[in-house]
């Protein structure tokens, strides 16, 4: 196994990760990318796994505060603000980029539905 792949791997054993026997599980596309940007920003170094660990932990602590319990549902929705959070606080983008790019996925997933249907009549 390289470096990179125990790297990645350790990532699929944070604690509330909803998994299988063979890893992590993805409901939608958006979770399987946002769990690829993590990975690929601890493989390149960019970021540490105990940095990854600690972002996750307050945003899923936060809501926690607020009266939301992380049963899986959200989880991804949580993985994806912890990412917000650690690329702005690591000056690896702003948050106007985000604004930007978030546009950019909810602009493409918008056609992608709009195609699926007229495909599927």
């Known amino acids: 196994m390289s470096s990179a792949e125990h ?5 699929a054993d944070l604690p509330l ?3 299988d026997i063979d890893g ?3 409901e ?3 979770q399987a990318q946002a769990f690829a940007v993590v990975a690929e920003l601890v493989e390149s170094g960019k970021i540490t796994r105990q940095e990854w660990a600690d972002t996750l932990g307050k945003v899923l602590k936060t809501a926690e505060e607020q009266g939301e319990y992380d049963t899986g549902h959200r ?3 949580h993985w994806l603000l912890a990412l917000e959070n650690i690329v702005v606080d690591k000056n690896l983008t ?3 980029e985000l604004i930007r790019e978030k546009e950019g996925i909810k602009e493409n997933d ?3 539905r709009d195609q699926q249907l007229r495909d599927e009549q």
């Open 24 to 26: 992590p599980v993805f």
């Open 75 to 77: 989880y991804y929705d």
């Open 17 to 19: 990760l909803p998994r």
């Open 110 to 112: 918008h056609h992608r």
């Open 94 to 96: 702003d948050q106007s």
């Open 28 to 30: 939608e596309p958006w």
């Open 7 to 11: 790297r990645s791997g350790q990532l």
